[in-house]
C-alpha cells in the first residue's frame, strides 16, 4: 500500500456544512443560517477537533460559494493575543467593505480564549461598530474565558465530542478511500485513543497505515504512545492488592516503554477508574487523591515521584479495603 504524501485531515476536511459529522444539531442551526443568508456573530466553544474551526469554513463555503476566500479571513487568537492586533489587523479588515456581491465578511478569530481582557474588551466594541458589514465566529476551548460583553453578542454553539458511532463510520470511509485494512480491535482503539477528537484519530490513523499493511490495535497504541486500558487495570488492581513494587515496575514499562508522561498516566487513570466496576464510594476516593497528584503536576513536581506516591496511596486503601 502506498500512503499518499497529504495530510489526511486536510484531505478529508469537510467542504459543506453536511458534510461535518458528530454534531447535527448546531449543523442544523448554521444551515438554517445558510438558507436565510444571513449569520450574527458566533461563538463556537468546545473540546478540541470537534469540528469548530471545520464548520466555520464549511459555512463561510456554503454562504459564499466559489469566492469565500475574498470575504474571509482566519485568524489565531493564540499567535498575537494582545489590545494590539485587535486594534490594528482586525480592525483594518473589519472596517473595508465586501468584495463583490457578498452582503458582510466574516472574521474567524480561532482560540479567542488566548485573547488578554484588554483585547477581548477593545474586540467587543469592534464587534458592535462593523457589524453591518462583517461577522465575527469566535472558536475557544473554554467559554468562560470569553468576556460576558462578547459573549452576549453572540449565538453560542456548543460542540461536544464526536460520537463513537459517528467517528467510526466517517473513519471506516477514510480506510475504504485509502485502501487502508483495519481489524476491528484497532477501529476500537482508535476510538480509544481519540476521546471524540476526530483530528487526532485521522492522524493516528495515517500514522499506523505508514507502518504497515494491517492497521491494529498494537499500531494504534504505539503510534499515540497510548497504554491499552487492560494495562492500567493491571495497574491499579495491582496496587490495591498492596503489591507496591509490583505495580512501581508496570509504571515504569508504560513511562519508559510507551514514553508516556505523568500527565498521560493520570488521564489514562481517570478514565479506568470511571470505567471500572468498583463501588462507587471508593471511586470517590481514588479519583480525589488522582486531582491532588494532578494538581500537584500542573504546579511543576517531580512526576515519578508523585505517581508512586499515588501508587503508595492505592496501596495504604488496598489494605484497608481488604
Given at each position: ?28 442551526r ?16 468546545g473540546?478540541p ?13 456554503d454562504?459564499?460559494g ?9 485568524m489565531n487568537?493564540?499567535?498575537?493575543r ?6 490594528h489587523k482586525?480592525k483594518e479588515?473589519?472596517?473595508t ?13 480561532d ?7 484588554d483585547?477581548?474588551?477593545a474586540?467587543?466594541?469592534t ?7 462583517c461577522r ?11 468576556i460576558?460583553?462578547i459573549?452576549?453578542?453572540c449565538?453560542?454553539f ?11 463510520k466517517r ?5 475504504e478511500?485509502?485502501?487502508?485494512k ?5 477501529l ?5 485513543v ?7 484519530a ?21 503510534i499515540?504512545a497510548t ?32 514514553g ?6 493520570v488521564s ?7 470505567s471500572?466496576?468498583m463501588d ?6 481514588l ?10 503536576l500542573t504546579?511543576?513536581?517531580?512526576e515519578?515521584?508523585?505517581l508512586?506516591?499515588y501508587?503508595a ?10
Amino acid at each position: 500500500m502506498t500512503v499518499e504524501a497529504e495530510i489526511w485531515v486536510e484531505k478529508y476536511r469537510p467542504r459543506t456544512l453536511k458534510e461535518v459529522v458528530g454534531q447535527e444539531e448546531v449543523i442544523q442551526r448554521l444551515m438554517g443560517y445558510v438558507e436565510r443568508k444571513n449569520i450574527p456573530h458566533l461563538l463556537f466553544a468546545g473540546p478540541p477537533g470537534t469540528g469548530k474551526t471545520a464548520s466555520a469554513i464549511a459555512l463561510a463555503r456554503d454562504l459564499f460559494g466559489e469566492n469565500w476566500r475574498d470575504n474571509f479571513i482566519e485568524m489565531n487568537a493564540s499567535d498575537e493575543r494582545g489590545i494590539d492586533v485587535v486594534r490594528h489587523k482586525i480592525k483594518e479588515f473589519a472596517r473595508t467593505a465586501p468584495i463583490g456581491d457578498a452582503p458582510f465578511k466574516i472574521i474567524f478569530l480561532d482560540e479567542a480564549d488566548a485573547l488578554t481582557p484588554d483585547a477581548q474588551a477593545a474586540l467587543r466594541r469592534t464587534m458592535e461598530m462593523y457589524s453591518k458589514i462583517c461577522r465575527f465566529i469566535l472558536s475557544c476551548n473554554y467559554v468562560s474565558r470569553i468576556i460576558e460583553p462578547i459573549q452576549s453578542r453572540c449565538a453560542v454553539f456548543k460542540f461536544r465530542p464526536v460520537p463513537p458511532e459517528a467517528m467510526r463510520k466517517r473513519l471506516l470511509e477514510i480506510c475504504e478511500n485509502e485502501g487502508v485494512k483495519i481489524t476491528e480491535d484497532g477501529l476500537e482503539a482508535l476510538i480509544y485513543v481519540s476521546n471524540g477528537d476526530f483530528r487526532k484519530a485521522i492522524n493516528a490513523l495515517q500514522g499506523a497505515a505508514a507502518l504497515g499493511k494491517v492497521v491494529d490495535a498494537e499500531a494504534i497504541y504505539q503510534i499515540t504512545a497510548t497504554a491499552r486500558p487492560e494495562e492500567l487495570a493491571n495497574l491499579l488492581e495491582t496496587a490495591l492488592e498492596g503489591k507496591f513494587m509490583e505495580a512501581r515496575s508496570i509504571l515504569d514499562k508504560l513511562m519508559i516503554e510507551y514514553g508516556m508522561s505523568g500527565e498521560d498516566v493520570v488521564s489514562q487513570l481517570f478514565r479506568e477508574i470511571l470505567s471500572s466496576g468498583m463501588d462507587e464510594k471508593m471511586k470517590v476516593l481514588l479519583i480525589d487523591k488522582l486531582g491532588e497528584i494532578d494538581f500537584r503536576l500542573t504546579e511543576g513536581a517531580h512526576e515519578r515521584i508523585q505517581l508512586d506516591a499515588y501508587l503508595a496511596y492505592l496501596s495504604t486503601v488496598g489494605k484497608k479495603r481488604g
